[in-house]
Every structure is written in structure tokens, then in C-alpha cells.
């Protein structure tokens, strides 16, 4: 497989901000407002469908492709290298290798976390990687509904420094109201896989319900948990986490306004969005959209409230599916064009990098 590994030559910068503040429950738009935003410089080149991205201390960047269950480290001068291919991953529809998270104490315990597809389940495992390469999985937290849609698979740890997990329902819609079933949830553990005393449920790992299929996690200046969750025919969603609520999902897509359901903040057509991944930078929320193939742009108010989205890059890089903050400031996102779905070209799949303004 031939991968080619571009380092960054210039600094790209984001030109104007997103427009007026919004009431919170909305519908956004595909207008691009007022934002200008130059092309972006691409990192990487011809990845296999690279779907967790993840920075260690030393800023260098760990990449997991869904397909090959392989894990590549990328040097900050664009040299990259397979450092293991995680046991057991079994690939099949939208699962595979799926998130990664580095350990907020690896300098002392060299662990990154990752999030797989195995024939009886999905997964978060443990692994300790250091000058000898990556080391066994140790699973932490088993038993997730599996299935060829609706896998979840991101993971991150919190301002609290819990580890928190998304999931989806697997295809079985009433999974995700199940308050006994890891499907269609947010879940949160504590970094050895135990369940935090303040859950909402005591004993249960479960932090949010009533999702479909979660796969973008990102928390804002104030620690407000913000999660991006792909609807059915109707409705995509931005939601904003609170524990213990229920947001809806099979009774509910969409804002509803029904007692007992948590609606949510921001709502899209599928044509415009099919949002996965989420990153919070500079008081936006960045928002990788599949289906639209665009990235969204999402201001956020100190008092959480939303300001006009911006459709950035629509229809020009294809399928988007991740997106992450890199510690010096930049913004990272990829192409999924190669996950079966998408029209790859030559170069996909591709790792590219925008500065927001300053």
C-alpha cells in the first residue's frame, strides 16, 4: 500500500468570523456567510479510510485506518510509519479500527486507547506503546453492540479526565432506549475501564441515551460536552450533552419538543450533513459532514449559544470524517472517500490542515 506523507510548507489562515448569534434550536443552512477561508495544505496522502486521529506529548500524530486495523505515526516532518495492527479487528460496513485516545498520563504509563470491531463485539482496549512498538490490547470496556452500521467508535477523554465513549445502536433501534445496553449511548469510564461514582446511574456506565449513531465528541472552553449524531431520513443533529438525559432516538429525530427528550441544539437535512467527527478550536465547533461533504463551522457564544454555521469546502474534498484540534492551534480533517461509499481520488484518502483566524 503506498502512503505518502506531506509536511507543511505554509500557515493557512482563516479570514473573517461566523455571523449572528442563533437561539439555540435551529436548522442550519448551506450558506457560507461571511467566512473566507483559504484551500487547505494537505498532511497526508493515500491513507485507507483513517478514522481516529489522536497527538501524543511529543506532538507527533497516531492515525487509525478502519479497514487495515493498522495504526501509523506521523512525524512532524511528514515521515510516517506503521507501528502495529491491532488483534482482532474485524471490519465489516461502517466498523473496523475506529477511535483512538492517548492516555493524559502517558508520559508515566505509555498507554493509548483505541475503539475496534471484533466478530462478538465493539470494544475499547488499552495499549501500551513505546520504543519496543505497540503491545498487547487489554480490554477495558467490552460488550458493545456490533453490526455493519451504527458503530459509534469515538473516544476522548473529558476535562474531568474520564474516558468517554461513543456507541450506536447497531441497526437495532430500540437498543439505544435501553438503559441496560452499552448501544446507542454516550458511556463514561474511568481510564482502567471502571464506572465513575458520579455517573448518572450508579454501577452503570452509561452517561447520555437515546442515540442513533454518535461518532463526534468535543467539549468547549466552559467544559460544555457538545456531540454531533447522525439522523435517519430526516434529521442530523448537534446535541449538547447534560447526564443522565435522553435524547430521543427511535422516538424522536429532529427537534420535537416532547416532554422527556432532549432536543437538539442544531439540526440538519442528511443532504447537508451525515456529521461525524467534532472539534472545538478558537470558539467554533468544526463538524466533518459525510454525506455533505463539507466541513461546518459553528460558532459558540461564552454563554453556549450558537452563532450562523458556515458550509466550508462543499462538495471540493468529497466525503469528511474526521476532525481534530492539533496542540499548536491548527485544524486537521480528513477524507473518507475510500470507506465504499465515497469517489476517491488519486490521492485519497487525505489528511489536510486549516488555521482557523486568530
Not at 76 to 83: L, Q, R, T
Not at 225 to 253: K, M, Q, R
Not at 325 to 346: I, V, Y
Amino acid at each position: 500500500m503506498r502512503r505518502r506523507l506531506l509536511a507543511v510548507a505554509a500557515v493557512l489562515a482563516v479570514v473573517g468570523s461566523a455571523g449572528c448569534q442563533s437561539d439555540g434550536n435551529s436548522q442550519a443552512s448551506s450558506t457560507t456567510g461571511a467566512a473566507a477561508v483559504a484551500d487547505p495544505t494537505v498532511i497526508a496522502e493515500d491513507l485507507e479510510v483513517p478514522w481516529g486521529i489522536a497527538f501524543l506529548p511529543d506532538g507527533t500524530a497516531l492515525i487509525a485506518e478502519r479497514n487495515s486495523g493498522k495504526i501509523l505515526q506521523l512525524q512532524a516532518n511528514g515521515e510516517v510509519s506503521d507501528v502495529g495492527t491491532v488483534p482482532r479487528v474485524a471490519a465489516r460496513g461502517e466498523s473496523g479500527l475506529l477511535g483512538l485516545a492517548i492516555s493524559p498520563t502517558y508520559d508515566t504509563d505509555r498507554t493509548i486507547y483505541a475503539y475496534l470491531t471484533t466478530a462478538d463485539d465493539n470494544r475499547v482496549v488499552a495499549l501500551r506503546f513505546d520504543e519496543d512498538g505497540l503491545g498487547a490490547p487489554d480490554p477495558i470496556l467490552t460488550g458493545i453492540p456490533a453490526g455493519t452500521i451504527h458503530d459509534g467508535g469515538r473516544i476522548a477523554f473529558g476535562p474531568d479526565g474520564a474516558l468517554y465513549v461513543t456507541t450506536g445502536e447497531a441497526g437495532d433501534k430500540p437498543l439505544a432506549q435501553d438503559p441496560d445496553s452499552l448501544g446507542g449511548k454516550i458511556l463514561r469510564i474511568g481510564a482502567d475501564g471502571s464506572i465513575p461514582q458520579d455517573n448518572p446511574t450508579p454501577g452503570s456506565p452509561v452517561w447520555s441515551l437515546g442515540h442513533r449513531n454518535v461518532q463526534g465528541l468535543a467539549w468547549d472552553d466552559a467544559g460544555r460536552l457538545w456531540a454531533t449524531e447522525f439522523g435517519a431520513d430526516t434529521w442530523d443533529e448537534l446535541n449538547l450533552i447534560e447526564p443522565g438525559n435522553n435524547y430521543g432516538w427511535p422516538d424522536v429525530e429532529g427537534i420535537a419538543g416532547i416532554d422527556g427528550f432532549t432536543d437538539p441544539v442544531l439540526q440538519w437535512r442528511p443532504s447537508e450533513a451525515s456529521p461525524s467527527g467534532l472539534a472545538f478550536v478558537d470558539g467554533s465547533l468544526w463538524v466533518a459532514a459525510l454525506r455533505g461533504e463539507r466541513l461546518w463551522q459553528i460558532p459558540v457564544g461564552v454563554d453556549g449559544s450558537l452563532g450562523e454555521p458556515q458550509s466550508l469546502f462543499e462538495g471540493e474534498y468529497g466525503r469528511l470524517r474526521t476532525v481534530v484540534a492539533t496542540p499548536d492551534g491548527s485544524l486537521w480533517f480528513t477524507t473518507s472517500n475510500r470507506d465504499g461509499r465515497g469517489t476517491p481520488a488519486d490521492t485519497d484518502d487525505r489528511i489536510l490542515e486549516i488555521w482557523p483566524a486568530r
